[in-house]
Every structure is written in structure tokens, then in C-alpha cells.
């Protein structure tokens, strides 16, 4: 059933008896809700990677806060990260593109702070009205950039280039890219100021415009609606769909914004209203019955399963396909490791006695403390035996001795070392015994060196519970220590990238010169929901590359003797031994320790 | 003599002047470049008592603190050290970055700091009961990287604590127009551009510009420089070494400045 045209206006192709507002939904949905196009940082964007990382820094000293970079085409901003296209239409001319992501990127951050975003009524509004969604977008970019020449006058330099640009002000409708021609007059005096496109001064246009560049943002609340029905009339009436928005004003997704405060809701609510599987398997996992996959059928990500008690911390996870950070993906959730008799470290103490006393002989020829040299020609401190002997000396007319200092001898730089031990489920039976065994001769290592020293374990049941489970903290008492020393329990994943970030964070507090992360591990970063081969490899080789950029050394001693490739790509070819069981350690420990003293 | 210029923040004067009434060794801490040693120099000459200052750092001994002997002609001379001068003198001893010297150096001060007011010279097999107005002033900044070089224990809860942080904008324009002499308007870019890197802190920079630099940087200004060309001098390398961030800075200043 067709129903005629009674506009007369030209009938577009595949209209079946819908009325206007459906045929507009459809029109644009494919446009304007469709997901941000993600561009792979690794390959051939180096260029645009480096520019984000200073962007980020130059965008958070502007506005205040934290923000990160992400790439979408156009630009938009989900709250926590502002997306600026991998690439800009027209020639690439370097000067344009640098105050092109400054304008896009402050823009985006800007029309975010305005606080619209956080009032839900509004955003189902804009969601649903695509009309009235472009309009506000535009009103806020023109409220925006008036408060620039206060604000930031040097930004005044790269809005007038973006905006005189015809390339950076080509008209897209969500990922599309439409002709200027045909736009109705209060459209085009709309977008006056924001594209070069010039057109007839329409009163009521202009008169909303300055009145949000004047007046504080809630203006725009009370300017809006007018404006958007005028608009919107003038669009239905000239038959022409959605009205675009220039490139370099990008997108607003309030999608974004609704889903996942809809969600978070609807998370919560699941978890409160408490459906006893959950539960049970909260009371299983706290026993550490539970180590594998979550029971078929508990359709749950998995988020609230923190007992109390515990501290939860968020790090980003590198997902290598679409090549750009999962924002707070993986959760740290930290807790004490079990405690079982104290007794069971004392076996393993006593059945080691050769091998630790291997390990302490070694280290106390690695270990050199702060010593008093006598007789010195040069230093800090006179030595008064010496300088007696030279003032009587110098009494009875003799030359004296200028050798009469005291120097402090400095040597070892203080150093903190954080061993991660792998308690996933590949460390069963045998090898969990040898990780024992090895965490044993690593402790007495580290007590022979007097180096500052912790103890964590680590596996994961997922990115929502990453387990990492205090053995020994820096400044724990020795015999809590040895409880949980000697009942070191395996199960789970191991999500190698979170993990190292976590102990990152914690070395970071340190301040020793020398802060060292040694990871004892069995074998591949592997956990649920996809993290295994490439991903978790690429993940954890990011994380050892973070970690090294703040100052922290990493080396992994692994008893996987299998097949070692992964091993040198995560850890580079220097960063990571392999031993083919835990008494080896005792040889290789301390070539470790000399190699990272002479760095 | 006339006291050093100090802008007030809080009621940091009354309890220093409290302590010192009390001569109870105080610990001021907080960032870098806030004021803390022009705070003690202040209140040493409003309190009119003499200030020996210590600069710490990791080879400080204790003869370096208390005194040595030296060699003159044909004889050995007692030199006493800062701290033995203060004890003798009954001033303020302030030891500036106070957790860059060693911890058991620091230990020597113990006795001067509780009821025995009382220092030790072993070299000369000494005890000096300090004179009435010695007092202890120690500083560190707790900011760099969270847990820091921390001060022991035993050393810290000798001490009433004063915390300072970079004032509000309002006073630190105030303090820096002062400082430099230069207009409030220039005052007032010159701390909003810091309180800018400072959204930096613990993002890349260790801290952000420090109120030292914007007086710097408003003393450029007031000698002739224009404004950017003095924030370049003063706000970009003196913070990093780190090319992208040298970058985002200028690219701050300029976009701040125009």
C-alpha cells in the first residue's frame, strides 16, 4: 500500500507506507548509530600514535582532567576518551593536522564538561531526535568556541584555519559524507561561523546562536527546542533527511551514554536482587573450590564477584586486533593468600638445606654494604688517626701524609624487588610443588641480599577477577608470611598484562633507585573471554613495555621448557631466564641479580 | 631586620609560633617550590631568633652536622658543625629536604629533639644542653611517587607537622605578582598555566610548575621578556625531559597565552 505523495516534494526509493518520522529513523539509522570506526595503532599509524600521546597531555593540562586519546572517524568523546580520526580528509599538511586535533579534541572535551551528558531525560531526547541531536551539537560547538578567545585565545589561530578549511568543514552525516547544496536558509546561517558555507541571515538563527555564546550552557536548554522544531520543519518540508554536521565538529553519540549507565543499572540490580547461584559461587570461589570457568548456565560477566574485605583497582588491556586499549577493562581484585600451618615451609626449608645454602653463599658475595675506607686521599670526613700522625708529623719536620680522609664507600643502589608467582591452573601437581619450592629459595635469596622485598600470587578467572594474592607485602611479619608461604594453592587463568600492571603500580610507590619485578611463571599468559595466543602475548608484552618506560626492570624466570618464543617476545630476548626446575635457581638467581646491577 | 615577605595561607603562622613558644621541633612538608623555606625564614625573623640552615642531601655525615676538627699550622682547631652552632646559639635549625640524608644521620638529632634538649659531640666527648630558642625545623616533600623516600618512624613522631600545598589561585596570583612584581593580569596567566601542568602530576610529571617557577616566569615578564617567550624558558624543560610532553606544554602555553 502506497501512500501518494502529498508534498509533492520527491519521492525517495523504497518508501513503503511508512510516515515521516520512520522513514527518517531508517534513513539514518545505518549513519548515525553505528559504532566509532577503531584504527590499529600498530601498523603504519606510529605517526598518529605519537600525536595522541601528546595530545592526551596537552588536552588534560587544558582542561583540567584526565582524558584519553582514542581514533574514530568523526571525532565524538564517550566521557572518559576523546576519539579524533586516524586521518583527515584533504592533503596532509602537517601544520592543519596539528590544529585540527587540537580544535576536535578540545571540542569534544568541552561539549562533554558542559554536563549534558550525565542528564539522562536529555540524552534519551537527543537519542531519539536525531533533528534535535544536531542542532544541540552545533549550538554547543558555537557556545564552545566563543568562550575561546577568553578561555584559550590560542586556540583562535587553529579554529580559523579549521574552519576556512573545505576539506576539514565537508558535511557528514554520521560516517558519510554529503554534498552543501540544497540545505534550507536557517540551516545554512546555523552552520555560519563553523564552515566556510555562507548563507542568508536568518534572525531567529542568529538570535539563538548568540544567545548561547553569551549566556551560560544551560542556555542552550532553553534555546533548543525552538530551534530544533523550526529546524526540523524546514528539513521535512525540503524532504532532505538528516541535516549533517561539519567533519570537524564529529559526532555525539548519546547511545554510548544511555547503554551503559542502562547497563551499570541493570548489573547492579541482577546483583542485589541476589540470585542464589551467584552467591553460592561467591561462597565456592572464597573456599577456593572453584578455579576453572564459571558454572554453565550463570549467563554473569562476572563483575561483582569481590568479597569484602578486598581491594579492587582497573588497568587497561591492549586488544592487538583492533589495536587500541580496552579503557579499565581487567580488575585487580587484591586479597591475603591463604594461610595454612607454618609447619609446611619448615619442610621445605629442611629438605633444601644444600640448595639454600647454596643460595646464601652467593648472595652474600653479591651483597656489599656501606663501608668507612681509611686513609684516603680525598673525602668526606678526616681521618683523625691519620691526621694525628701527620700533625706530629709535620712537628718533628717531616713530609706528611696527605692521605688522611675517611670515604664512605656507596654501592649496591638500594633496590625493591616484587616477585609475581604464577598460581594458575597449569601450575597443578609437580609444578606447583616447584614453584613452591623456587619461591622458597627466592624469599632466602632476598633475605641474605637485605633487599626490600614482596611476595605476590597471581590467576584469574576472567578480566573481572584478576586475582592477586599477598604472600609476603614489603614490611609483613615473618611468621603470617610463612603460613601463606607455605600453602601457596593453584587454579584459574593467568592474565599476565593486568598482572604486571598491578605490580607496576605497587613498585611504583617505591623508592628505591633499583626496582625490579620478577615474574616466576610456567607457562603462556592464558584466561577465559578470548585472552590467550596472540592477544594475551601482545598484551603482557605491552605491559613489560609500560612498566619499563616507568623505570621499572622486569625478568621472568619461567620452568616452561617447551618452546620459548613467546617468552622472548613478551620479555624481549634478555628480559627472562628458563630454568627446568626450581633447584636451578639457585645457579641462575644470581646471574640475574649481577646483570641488573650493572645496568 | 625586617621579615621576608610570606603570604599567609591558614593558620600556619600561629601554630608555628605556638611550637616555637612551646620549643617543639616542627616537619613541614609539601610539594616542591611552595614556600616552605621562605615560611621559615619569615617566621625566624618575626620570631626574631637566628636561622641556621642545613641543605641535606645524601652525604651529610655527622661531623658535617656537628663539627670537625681542621688542621691550622701545626695545630689541630675544633670547628663546630651547624647544629652545634645552633645548640650554642639557641636558633631555629632548619634542615631543608630533610629525607635526602641518611636516616642514621638523622638519628643524632633524637636527643635535641625530646625533653633532654641535649646534643653529643663524641669526637670531643661533649654534651651541650641546647640554649633557650633552639628549635628543630626539618621539610621534605611527600608528593614524589606516593610512598617516598620515607623518614623513620622514630624520627617523624618527634615532630608537630605543618602540610603545605600551592595556594589557591587567587592567593598564589597574588603571592607571584608580589614576588615578581608584575601585574595581577599577568599574575593570573601565569597561575592558571600552573595549576595546568599540575593536572599533570603523577600523568607523566613528577609534579607540575612549582610557584617559584611562575615568579620566575613573572620576573622575566617584568624585565622586558614577553609572556611566552618567559613561560618557554620557565615551564617547558625545567619540568621534563621527555620530548612529547616538552611538546604539549608549549602547545599549552600557546594555546593558553594565544
Redesign the interface.
Known sequence: MTEPDVNGGTQQPGRDGIDDEEYEKRLLAPFLYGAPDLLSVEEGSLHHA?RA??????L???????WHIGSAAPATNDGVVVYVPPTLPGPDEPRVADHAY?VMALLQAEIFSMGFFSQREWLRELHQDWVLQVCSHLLMAHAVVARWPVS??????PLATVTADLHLSELWVGRKQVPSVGLPAPFCALLAGLTPIKGAKVDWVTEAVEAVQSADSTAIRLVLPGVAQRLRESFRSARLGAPPVPFWVGALHPGWFLEDAAGDAKRANEWRSGPKPLQKLLRRIRAKEVHGEVEPGSRFQAPPLVPPGTEAARYNEWDHVSGRYRIGFARIIEADAPTGPAAALEQIIASHRMELAAIRAEFAALKIEQRWLHGQAEG???D?DR??Q??VG??AHQSPDPNHFLR?QHEHRPLAVLTLVDLSGSTQGSVLAQQQRAVVLFAEALRTLGVVHAFYGFSSEGAQACHFLRIRDWADDETEVAKRMGSLMAGGGSRLGAHIRHATAKL????EEDRLLLILSDGRPEDRDGYRGQYGIADSALAVREAGRSGIHIHCVSMDSSEGAYLRTIFGPRGYTVVPSAEHLARRLPMVFRSLSRR | MTAPWYRVVGNEDAIFARAARLTMPVLLKGPTGCGKTRFVRHMAATLERPLITVACQE?L?A??LTG????KG???VWQDGPVTRAVREGAILYLDEVVEARSDVLTLLHPLTDERRMLTVE?RSEEIIAASGFQVVISYNPG???????LKESTRQRFAAISFDYPGPDIEAEIVAHEAGCSSSVADQLVALG???R??RN??LREGASTRLLVYAGRMVVDGSDLTEACMATLVHSLTDDP??V???S????????
Open positions: 605519537v600521546q601528546h595530545l592526551k597531555a596537552w588534560m593540562m587544558v582542561t583540567g582532567r584526565e587540537r584559550a585565545p590560542g586556540m583562535m589561530g668526606s670526613e678526616l683523625m691526621v694525628i701527620a700533625a709535620l712537628r664512605l611504583m610507590t617505591r623508592s | 652525604d655525615s661531623a658535617d670537625r676538627y681542621l688542621l701545626g695545630d689541630t669526637r614524589y611517587q606516593a610512598a617516598a623516600r620515607a595549576r595546568a601542568t593536572t599533570l600523568h607523566g612529547e610532553l611538546r604539549a606544554l602547545d599549552l602555553i600557546s594555546t593558553k597565552i594565544g
